[in-house]
C-alpha cells in the first residue's frame, strides 16, 4: 500500500527551527515529484516546496525561501523539509504529497495523487 507518513512537527517560538520528515512506504519517492503543502485553519492549502522528479531541483514559495530547505535521503526513502527562523505565519497542519506524473509544482494541489496524514507545526511565543 503507497502511504507517506509526516513526523517531527511540534511547537517552536519564533525564530526557532523545526524539521519535518516524509517517510514514504509502496514506491520509491524519487520516482515521484515530491512536495510540501501546508494548512492554516480556515485557509486553504498552499505549495511551500517541492522536488522535481526529472532534475532533482528544489524550488520554494516566496514565503519561506531562504528560510526552509527540502532535501531527500533516497536510501532511506524519506523526505525532509528543514525549517529555520520560523514565524507564526507559518503555522499549521504540514502535509507531504506524491505526483506520480513528476510535474510537481507549487500550485497544482489537486494534481498530486498521495497525500499524508500531516503533521502539526505551531509557532508562538
Known amino acids: 500500500q503507497v502511504q507517506l507518513v509526516e513526523s517531527g512537527g511540534g511547537w517552536v517560538q519564533p525564530g526557532g527551527s523545526l524539521r519535518v520528515s516524509c517517510a514514504a512506504s509502496g514506491f520509491t519517492s524519487n520516482d515521484y515529484a515530491i512536495g510540501w503543502f501546508r494548512q492554516a485553519p480556515g485557509k486553504q492549502r498552499e505549495g511551500v516546496s517541492y522536488?522535481?522528479?526529472?532534475?532533482?531541483?528544489?524550488y520554494y514559495a516566496d514565503s519561506v525561501t531562504g528560510r526552509f530547505t527540502i532535501s531527500r535521503n533516497n536510501a532511506k526513502n524519506i523526505v525532509y523539509l528543514q525549517m529555520n527562523d520560523l514565524k507564526p505565519e507559518d503555522t499549521a497542519v504540514y502535509y507531504c504529497a506524491a505526483d506520480t506524473t513528476g510535474i510537481g509544482g507549487l500550485r497544482r494541489v489537486s494534481g498530486y495523487n498521495y497525500w499524508g496524514q500531516g503533521t502539526q507545526v505551531t509557532v508562538s511565543s
Open positions: 522536488l522535481s522528479r526529472s532534475t532533482g531541483n528544489a
